[in-house]
Each structure stands twice: as C-alpha cells, then as structure tokens.
C-alpha cells in the first residue's frame, strides 16, 4: 500500500481559501498541514533541514504555497531562498519557486509573456523623475501606474494629465520606488480572469466593474464566461512561459480588437470566481497538484 501524501500549505487556515482546500485534501483522506512563511526556520549542517513552528517542512512531500506576504528586501529574499532549499531536498512545491519569482515582478513578468508571442499593454519603466514624465507623454498622456510587486489592484492609479503625474511621479520618488507605467487601455470596465491548472484552462469569469479597476475585491462583480479558443491558447502559452503549476491569468480586450495579457498571479484568489462555477475548484486544484507527486 502507498504512503500517505504528506502536504502542506503555506497560508491561513482560517481563510476562505485556506478552509476550501482543507476540505477538498481531507475529502481525498489528507490532513494538511497550514504554516505561516514568516516563521520559517532554515538550517544546514550535519542535520540540513526547513521547519516551520513544529513542521518539518523538508519532510513533506507536497507544499503550496498559498501567501508569501511583502517584507524587506532581506526577508522576501530569505523566504525564497528557503522555498529554493525546499525544493532541492526533493520538496514539491505550488507553484515552483522560480515561477513564484518570474511571477511576482509585473515588469518581468510581461517581459517574459511579450518573449513568448502574447500581446501585453505599452509598458515603460525607469528610475529617473525627468524620464518618467517624458514616458507618461510618449504613452499618450493617459497610463496606470502600478507598484512593481503588488496584487488586487492595491496601489494602482490611473493618471490623465501632467500636473497630476508629476505629483504622483514625486511621491514614488521620495518614497524610493520605480516608475512602472503602463498605457491605459479603454476597456468598458471589464476583463477576464482565467484559472489554469493541470496544462488546462479550469475556469473563467468576466469581471464588470463601475470603475477602471476590474479586481473583484475591489467591487467588480464576477460573471460566467465561456472560455474561447483565442483565450485558452493564450492562457495556457501565459503559464507554460512562467513555469506555473496553476496561475490566474487576467486579459482584456482592447478597442483595437487585440487580446491583451495584463498580468499572470501565482498565488490567485477564486473566491469571486467560484460565485460562477459550477464545480468545487479547490477539489479540482487538489487533484491536479496530487497528480505532481510521483
């Protein structure tokens, strides 16, 4: 008879999320265990192990990883160094440490998707006050300004006129940060969201919105939306280009016709998208990440 698969979720228990996935592992016999990222103990030596609180981390068989929260640059490093040793002590990660951090850099990430043929937004970044303001003019005096690390739509401003930039533009300045500017494109608030898991598109949904911020979380309202071959071979080529086990792919159709790719989440959310799923999609996640362990 098989071992038991040993699985652990590097998140909140008491979650939403966290309580959807525990019952779909127990459903298939399996008591996860949850750990907090922030109280990873790393050590090498004789005895080279990852622990977490009273978990073995090194010892399962299966983690995903659920929140990785900001820190500084040290403990964001430190957390993925020990994601990295996870994984080379024969530890299954999801999704893999390299794709987590491919993932998480928006600049890097549309890079990456641009490389692999898929249309992204006009984008733009620098360091430099002057270059930014000229940046801001040459994609048409109309962009969304975006922190480099970021999910939800937390920290996203939409800047239509230069008095306005060079204010925002001084604010990201005295605060140490990036200018990352992306075109706006006009949307009629709305976009997609596709759930990819398993080398398949899982599920979908259209997010409509009073707004030009499309994030369910921030008031969107999530409807059902039938995957077309055009958004299932782009979604599907978005993840294979980041490495992704499972990812949250958001596109949106511009007024040009063309289908953009906007960003590609590591860690999605689905509560909004399961308002409008007919099936379980923890369940449906769960066996495909079991289906990773050999």
Known sequence: MAAQLKVGILGLKDSWHGQALLRAWQQKGIEPVFEDVVQIKAHLGSSPAIRCCETVLSDLDLVMVREVPGGTLEQVIYRMDALHQLENMGVRLVNPAGAIEKMVDKYYTSSLLQAAGLCVPQTA????????????????????????????????????????????????????????????????????????????????????????????????????????????EASLKAARALGADYCGVDLMYGENGNLYVLEVNSMPAWQGLQQVTEFDIAERLVENFAALVK
């Open 125 to 232: 970044m620098t360091e430099n006050f002057a270059d930014a303001m000229a940046l801001f003019e040459q994609l048409g005096g109309d962009v969304v300004v975006k922190p480099l690390f970021g999910s939800r739509g937390v920290g996203m401003v939409r800047v239509t006129d230069v008095d306005t930039a060079g204010r925002v533009f001084k604010a990201l300045q005295l605060g140490g940060y990036v200018y990352y500017l992306q075109q706006f494109i006009p949307h009629n608030n709305r976009d997609l969201r596709v759930l990819v898991s398993g080398n398949k598109c899982l599920a979908a949904m259209e997010r409509v919105a009073d707004g030009w911020k499309t994030n369910v979380s921030h008031g969107a309202k999530p409807w059902a939306f039938q995957i077309t071959r055009e958004i299932r």
